[in-house]
């Protein structure tokens, strides 16, 4: 018999009980036919879909249920409540810290002010030299001393040269020597009186 010839003859006694059972069961999904089907490319395209929008609304809902209880359980772990007491302190520990720290910069500026002075530096520049401690401050100074007096020097060099003077570094220029005005002074009261007397 062909497929053709059972093909006609299921189609033509298709009213009868037994052939109404036989292709029911032919027809039946089973376990295995289903999995055996999803385990195809065919099977995993149509199934795909539907686990991603299951997954999806799944997490959807763990988010809603359990992530902001979560965040909260976090923040609070990091920053714990904290009592009217204990924010008195911290609110006290942070005012005493700063003025702490204030205390120590104007230590900081008067000492500056005092070496800028001495040194006959810009005055109104020292507090952009201020350093954490009286040693940085120091050396922060010093470096600007050496950079001032540097830009002097070259500004009043450039100024002689600009007037056609070229200086020599050191010693005199004339032949003769240069006395002190204590000499010259002293010399000047020994004339006169050896001509008033």
């Known amino acids: 018999m062909s ?36 385990d195809t490319e065919d099977g995993k ?14 997490l959807d809902t763990w988010k809603a249920n359990n992530l902001e209880a979560l965040v909260s359980e976090e923040v609070a772990k990091r920053n714990p409540a904290q009592t009217e007491e204990q924010k008195r302190i911290a609110a006290l520990e942070k005012a005493l810290e700063d003025q ?12 500056a002010i005092k070496q800028a002075t001495e040194k006959k530096l810009p005055v109104d520049l020292v507090s952009y030299f201020l350093a954490e401690d009286e040693e940085k401050t120091t050396a922060n100074l010093a470096k600007l ?23 020599q570094q050191g010693g005199n220029t004339g032949g003769g020597t240069i006395k002190s005005i204590q000499e010259m002074a002293a010399a000047h009261n020994i004339r006169n009186q050896s001509q008033n007397n």
């Open 45 to 58: 395209r149509l199934l795909q879909p539907r686990l991603d929008s299951y997954f999806t609304k799944g």
């Open 3 to 38: 497929l053709a010839a059972v093909k006609k003859f299921l189609e033509d006694n298709k009213d009868q009980e037994e052939v109404k059972t036989y292709l029911g069961e032919l027809s039946a999904v089973s376990a295995d036919k289903v999995k055996g089907f999803l």
């Open 100 to 111: 702490q720290k204030e205390s120590q910069r104007e230590k900081l500026m008067n000492l």
């Open 145 to 167: 001393e050496e950079t001032y007096n540097k830009a002097i020097q070259e500004a009043v060099d450039n100024k002689f040269k600009d007037k056609g003077r070229d200086i």
